[in-house]
Protein backbone atom coordinates (compact mmCIF):
# COMPACT_ATOMS: atom_id res chain seq x y z
CA UNK A 1 0.00 0.00 0.00
CA UNK A 2 2.66 2.59 0.40
CA UNK A 3 4.13 2.19 -2.80
CA UNK A 4 0.30 2.75 -4.36
CA UNK A 5 -0.25 5.72 -2.20
CA UNK A 6 3.53 7.11 -3.54
CA UNK A 7 2.41 6.35 -7.44
CA UNK A 8 -0.73 8.27 -7.07
CA UNK A 9 0.62 11.15 -5.49
CA UNK A 10 3.34 11.01 -8.20
CA UNK A 11 0.15 11.60 -10.55
CA UNK A 12 -1.08 14.44 -8.72
CA UNK A 13 3.13 16.14 -8.48
CA UNK A 14 2.94 15.05 -12.40
CA UNK A 15 0.06 17.91 -12.77
CA UNK A 16 2.45 20.09 -10.73
CA UNK A 17 4.97 19.45 -13.45
CA UNK A 18 2.78 20.77 -16.09
CA UNK A 19 1.99 23.59 -14.43
CA UNK A 20 5.02 24.23 -13.99
CA UNK A 21 6.44 24.13 -17.88
CA UNK A 22 3.11 25.99 -19.12
CA UNK A 23 3.52 28.56 -16.73
CA UNK A 24 6.92 29.66 -18.02
CA UNK A 25 5.50 30.49 -21.38
CA UNK A 26 1.78 31.64 -20.92
CA UNK A 27 -0.65 32.24 -18.39
CA UNK A 28 -3.06 29.96 -17.56
CA UNK A 29 -5.69 30.76 -14.48
CA UNK A 30 -7.79 27.99 -14.60
CA UNK A 31 -4.32 25.79 -13.39
CA UNK A 32 -3.30 28.79 -11.30
CA UNK A 33 -6.33 28.34 -9.42
CA UNK A 34 -6.49 24.54 -8.91
CA UNK A 35 -2.50 23.60 -8.84
CA UNK A 36 -2.26 23.98 -4.76
CA UNK A 37 -5.46 22.15 -4.23
CA UNK A 38 -3.76 19.65 -6.69
CA UNK A 39 -0.49 19.46 -4.78
CA UNK A 40 -2.03 19.38 -1.45
CA UNK A 41 -3.45 15.97 -2.10
CA UNK A 42 -0.35 14.60 -3.14
CA UNK A 43 1.20 15.97 -0.78
CA UNK A 44 -0.93 14.33 1.60
CA UNK A 45 -0.86 10.98 0.29
CA UNK A 46 2.98 10.94 -0.36
CA UNK A 47 2.76 11.23 3.90
CA UNK A 48 0.22 8.66 4.23
CA UNK A 49 2.91 6.35 1.48
CA UNK A 50 6.00 7.47 3.63
CA UNK A 51 3.92 6.91 6.88
CA UNK A 52 2.40 3.13 6.36
CA UNK A 53 6.20 2.84 4.96
CA UNK A 54 8.25 3.72 8.64
CA UNK A 55 4.95 1.51 10.25
CA UNK A 56 5.90 -1.54 8.04
CA UNK A 57 9.53 -1.50 8.46
CA UNK A 58 9.57 -0.79 12.47
CA UNK A 59 11.77 2.28 11.82
CA UNK A 60 12.85 6.02 10.84
CA UNK A 61 15.55 5.82 8.80
CA UNK A 62 15.04 5.45 5.09
CA UNK A 63 15.71 1.85 4.62
CA UNK A 64 16.77 1.82 0.65
CA UNK A 65 18.11 4.45 -1.56
CA UNK A 66 14.46 5.35 -3.28
CA UNK A 67 12.84 5.57 0.51
CA UNK A 68 15.34 8.38 0.88
CA UNK A 69 14.15 10.55 -2.54
CA UNK A 70 11.07 10.37 -1.35
CA UNK A 71 11.89 11.76 2.08
CA UNK A 72 13.43 14.64 0.13
CA UNK A 73 11.03 15.21 -1.74
CA UNK A 74 8.35 15.31 0.79
CA UNK A 75 10.32 17.60 2.80
CA UNK A 76 10.93 19.88 0.09
CA UNK A 77 7.21 20.40 0.07
CA UNK A 78 7.22 20.97 2.72
CA UNK A 79 9.51 24.10 2.97
CA UNK A 80 7.05 25.11 -0.40
CA UNK A 81 3.52 24.41 1.61
CA UNK A 82 5.95 26.91 4.40
CA UNK A 83 6.38 29.55 1.75
CA UNK A 84 3.27 29.41 0.40
CA UNK A 85 1.53 30.11 3.44
CA UNK A 86 3.83 32.57 4.32
CA UNK A 87 4.31 34.58 0.86
CA UNK A 88 0.92 33.49 -0.93
CA UNK A 89 2.70 32.63 -4.48
CA UNK A 90 2.98 29.33 -6.34
CA UNK A 91 6.30 31.27 -8.02
CA UNK A 92 8.99 28.70 -6.57
CA UNK A 93 6.68 25.91 -8.08
CA UNK A 94 8.66 26.05 -11.64
CA UNK A 95 12.00 24.34 -9.71
CA UNK A 96 9.94 22.72 -7.12
CA UNK A 97 7.57 20.64 -8.99
CA UNK A 98 9.75 19.61 -11.33
CA UNK A 99 12.37 18.21 -8.46
CA UNK A 100 9.56 17.19 -6.65
CA UNK A 101 8.06 14.72 -9.49
CA UNK A 102 11.27 13.31 -10.53
CA UNK A 103 12.28 12.50 -6.97
CA UNK A 104 8.95 10.25 -6.67
CA UNK A 105 8.81 9.29 -9.50
CA UNK A 106 12.12 7.80 -9.45
CA UNK A 107 10.85 6.23 -5.78
CA UNK A 108 7.85 5.19 -7.28
CA UNK A 109 9.14 2.63 -10.18
CA UNK A 110 12.33 2.14 -9.02
CA UNK A 111 12.86 -1.64 -8.75
CA UNK A 112 14.58 -3.55 -6.55
CA UNK A 113 16.15 -0.46 -4.76
CA UNK A 114 19.39 -1.89 -2.68
CA UNK A 115 18.24 -1.79 0.70
CA UNK A 116 20.04 -0.56 3.74
CA UNK A 117 21.00 -3.36 6.47
CA UNK A 118 23.66 -2.26 8.66
CA UNK A 119 22.15 -2.61 12.47
CA UNK A 120 23.72 0.79 12.48
CA UNK A 121 20.22 1.90 11.14
CA UNK A 122 18.50 1.69 14.46
CA UNK A 123 20.37 3.86 16.38
CA UNK A 124 18.49 6.51 17.59
CA UNK A 125 21.91 8.76 16.62
CA UNK A 126 20.97 8.15 12.90
CA UNK A 127 17.00 9.15 13.29
CA UNK A 128 18.80 12.52 14.07
CA UNK A 129 21.39 12.47 11.07
CA UNK A 130 18.98 11.65 8.82
CA UNK A 131 15.91 14.21 9.91
CA UNK A 132 18.16 17.33 9.86
CA UNK A 133 20.15 16.36 7.24
CA UNK A 134 17.38 15.98 4.50
CA UNK A 135 15.84 19.37 6.47
CA UNK A 136 19.32 21.18 5.49
CA UNK A 137 19.27 19.42 2.09
CA UNK A 138 15.80 20.91 1.36
CA UNK A 139 16.19 24.14 2.45
CA UNK A 140 19.22 24.70 0.34
CA UNK A 141 17.47 23.28 -2.44
CA UNK A 142 14.63 25.91 -1.66
CA UNK A 143 17.51 28.84 -1.24
CA UNK A 144 18.43 28.05 -5.03
CA UNK A 145 15.13 27.98 -5.93
CA UNK A 146 14.46 31.59 -4.83
CA UNK A 147 17.97 32.78 -6.23
CA UNK A 148 16.86 31.61 -10.17
CA UNK A 149 13.54 33.05 -8.98
CA UNK A 150 15.29 36.14 -8.28
CA UNK A 151 17.56 36.06 -11.77
CA UNK A 152 14.39 35.31 -13.37
CA UNK A 153 13.06 38.14 -12.14
CA UNK A 154 15.87 40.89 -12.31
CA UNK A 155 15.84 40.02 -16.52
CA UNK A 156 12.18 40.63 -16.71
CA UNK A 157 12.36 43.80 -15.04
CA UNK A 158 15.08 44.68 -17.57
CA UNK A 159 13.70 43.70 -20.53
CA UNK A 160 10.02 44.80 -19.80
CA UNK A 161 8.53 41.65 -21.02
CA UNK A 162 6.77 39.43 -19.00
CA UNK A 163 5.25 36.60 -19.83
CA UNK A 164 3.03 33.28 -18.36
CA UNK A 165 4.32 33.42 -14.42
CA UNK A 166 6.99 36.00 -15.20
CA UNK A 167 4.33 38.30 -14.96
CA UNK A 168 3.17 37.42 -11.62
CA UNK A 169 6.28 37.02 -9.82
CA UNK A 170 6.95 38.65 -6.13
CA UNK A 171 9.31 42.08 -5.88
CA UNK A 172 12.92 41.18 -5.87
CA UNK A 173 12.98 41.86 -2.44
CA UNK A 174 10.57 39.16 -1.45
CA UNK A 175 12.32 36.88 -3.44
CA UNK A 176 15.65 37.34 -1.80
CA UNK A 177 14.01 37.32 1.46
CA UNK A 178 12.75 33.80 0.54
CA UNK A 179 16.16 32.58 -0.15
CA UNK A 180 17.76 34.44 2.80
CA UNK A 181 15.18 32.78 5.53
CA UNK A 182 15.22 29.43 3.70
CA UNK A 183 19.25 29.58 3.93
CA UNK A 184 19.06 30.30 7.75
CA UNK A 185 16.87 28.09 8.70
CA UNK A 186 18.66 25.04 6.97
CA UNK A 187 21.99 25.89 8.22
CA UNK A 188 21.72 24.61 11.74
CA UNK A 189 19.72 21.77 10.56
CA UNK A 190 23.04 20.94 8.14
CA UNK A 191 25.36 21.57 10.97
CA UNK A 192 24.04 19.44 13.79
CA UNK A 193 22.96 16.78 10.99
CA UNK A 194 26.77 16.49 10.15
CA UNK A 195 27.56 16.43 13.70
CA UNK A 196 25.28 13.72 14.04
CA UNK A 197 27.32 11.46 10.90
CA UNK A 198 30.14 12.82 12.56
CA UNK A 199 29.61 10.37 15.86
CA UNK A 200 28.10 8.19 14.25
CA UNK A 201 30.95 7.44 11.76
CA UNK A 202 33.28 7.79 14.48
CA UNK A 203 31.58 4.88 16.92
CA UNK A 204 31.07 2.69 14.19
CA UNK A 205 33.90 2.55 11.65
CA UNK A 206 36.50 4.75 12.66
CA UNK A 207 38.75 7.71 11.08
CA UNK A 208 39.02 5.68 7.72
CA UNK A 209 35.26 6.19 7.17
CA UNK A 210 35.90 10.51 7.02
CA UNK A 211 37.81 9.28 3.76
CA UNK A 212 34.97 7.93 2.00
CA UNK A 213 33.91 10.29 -1.42
CA UNK A 214 30.31 10.84 -0.04
CA UNK A 215 31.62 12.37 3.59
CA UNK A 216 34.58 14.17 1.65
CA UNK A 217 31.95 15.89 -0.48
CA UNK A 218 29.10 16.46 2.08
CA UNK A 219 32.62 18.75 3.67
CA UNK A 220 32.78 20.46 0.64
CA UNK A 221 29.00 20.98 0.35
CA UNK A 222 29.34 22.26 4.14
CA UNK A 223 31.97 24.79 3.74
CA UNK A 224 30.61 26.12 0.95
CA UNK A 225 26.92 26.68 2.75
CA UNK A 226 29.18 28.06 5.28
CA UNK A 227 30.68 30.80 2.87
CA UNK A 228 26.93 31.79 1.51
CA UNK A 229 25.59 32.20 5.03
CA UNK A 230 28.50 34.50 6.31
CA UNK A 231 28.58 36.62 3.45
CA UNK A 232 25.05 37.21 3.31
CA UNK A 233 25.00 38.06 6.85
CA UNK A 234 28.36 39.57 7.71
CA UNK A 235 28.99 41.14 4.00
CA UNK A 236 25.17 41.94 3.45
CA UNK A 237 25.78 40.08 -0.15
CA UNK A 238 22.51 40.30 -1.82
CA UNK A 239 20.50 39.70 -4.76
CA UNK A 240 22.78 38.46 -7.86
CA UNK A 241 25.83 37.75 -5.67
CA UNK A 242 24.56 35.93 -3.65
CA UNK A 243 22.37 34.23 -6.43
CA UNK A 244 25.36 32.88 -7.79
CA UNK A 245 26.79 31.98 -4.62
CA UNK A 246 23.58 29.70 -3.96
CA UNK A 247 23.69 27.84 -7.46
CA UNK A 248 27.00 26.79 -6.59
CA UNK A 249 26.29 25.56 -3.04
CA UNK A 250 23.67 23.46 -4.53
CA UNK A 251 25.25 22.56 -7.79
CA UNK A 252 27.57 21.35 -4.72
CA UNK A 253 24.80 19.69 -2.54
CA UNK A 254 23.62 17.76 -5.53
CA UNK A 255 27.25 16.01 -5.79
CA UNK A 256 26.85 15.64 -1.85
CA UNK A 257 23.92 13.51 -2.85
CA UNK A 258 24.52 12.15 -5.55
CA UNK A 259 27.97 10.24 -3.86
CA UNK A 260 25.20 8.30 -1.94
CA UNK A 261 25.01 5.82 -5.21
CA UNK A 262 28.48 5.13 -5.58
CA UNK A 263 29.48 5.37 -1.75
CA UNK A 264 29.56 1.64 -0.86
CA UNK A 265 29.94 1.97 2.95
CA UNK A 266 27.80 5.02 3.56
CA UNK A 267 25.50 3.60 2.10
CA UNK A 268 24.72 1.44 5.04
CA UNK A 269 25.24 -2.04 3.57
CA UNK A 270 26.02 -4.64 6.09
CA UNK A 271 28.97 -6.85 5.01
Known amino acids: MPLFWLRVA ?8 L ?10 DIISRIIMPVI ?36 IMVFFTGV ?19 LTFSAAVGLQPPHFT ?37 RTLKSKHAVGLMSRLPALEVIDQMGYRSL ?24 HYFLDPKIVLSLLMYAVYMVLVYTRWNSGWRGRKAAYLSTFAFLAAIL ?3 ANYVSGVHRFIAP
Request: aromatic content about 16%; charged content about 10%.
Open 10 to 17: VGFYGLGL
Open 19 to 28: YALLALVRRH
Open 40 to 75: GIGFVLHLVSLTEHYVNVGRLTPDSIHTSESLLAFL
Open 84 to 102: YIRYRTTAPGIFVFPLVFL
Open 118 to 154: SPALRSGWIIVHVALIFTGYAALFFSFAASLLYLLQE
Open 184 to 207: LLGFPFMTFGLVAGSVIAQSEFGA
Open 256 to 258: AWA
